[in-house]
C-alpha cells in the first residue's frame, strides 16, 4: 500500500494564502498523475488540480489563477500553492496519487487536511 501523507492546511483570512504538501511513501514507487481534491460541507468531492509525471496540470474553473500545482519527481511529492483564498475555498482538502509500485498499480487518497478561510 502506497501512503500519502498531507501537511499545510490551517485556518487563514480570506486573501491569504497557504501551501499545501503531500509526500508519497513507499519503495519502487513509479507515479503517474497526482491530484489535488477538496471536500466542502455538505458538499461531494471536487477536482481541485492534477499534475501528470511530464508536468501536464490541469485546473477547476473556480481556482484557475489562484491555485498552483506542482510536483518534485525526485521526492514523490505534490504541492498546491493556494493564493487569494475565499471563503468559499473553505475544505476538507485530499490528495490523490496513482502508478505503480513495482508491478502493482495503485490508487491512494491522503488522510485529508482542513482548509478553514475565514476573518
Known amino acids: 500500500q502506497v501512503q500519502l501523507v498531507e501537511s499545510g492546511g490551517g485556518l487563514v483570512q480570506p486573501g491569504g494564502s497557504l501551501r499545501l504538501s503531500c509526500a508519497a511513501s513507499g519503495s519502487n514507487l513509479r507515479i503517474n498523475a497526482m491530484g489535488w481534491y477538496r471536500q466542502p460541507p455538505g458538499k461531494q468531492r471536487e477536482l481541485v488540480a492534477s499534475i501528470t509525471s511530464g508536468g501536464s496540470t490541469n485546473y477547476a474553473d473556480s481556482v484557475k489563477g489562484r491555485f498552483t500545482i506542482s510536483r518534485d519527481n525526485d521526492k514523490n511529492t505534490v504541492y498546491l500553492q493556494m493564493n487569494s483564498l475565499k471563503a468559499e475555498d473553505t475544505a476538507v482538502y485530499y490528495c490523490?496519487?496513482?502508478?505503480?509500485?513495482?508491478?502493482?498499480?495503485?490508487?491512494?487518497w491522503g488522510q485529508g487536511t482542513q482548509v478553514t478561510v475565514s476573518s
Open positions: 490523490n496519487a496513482d502508478g505503480r509500485r513495482g508491478f502493482r498499480p495503485f490508487d491512494s
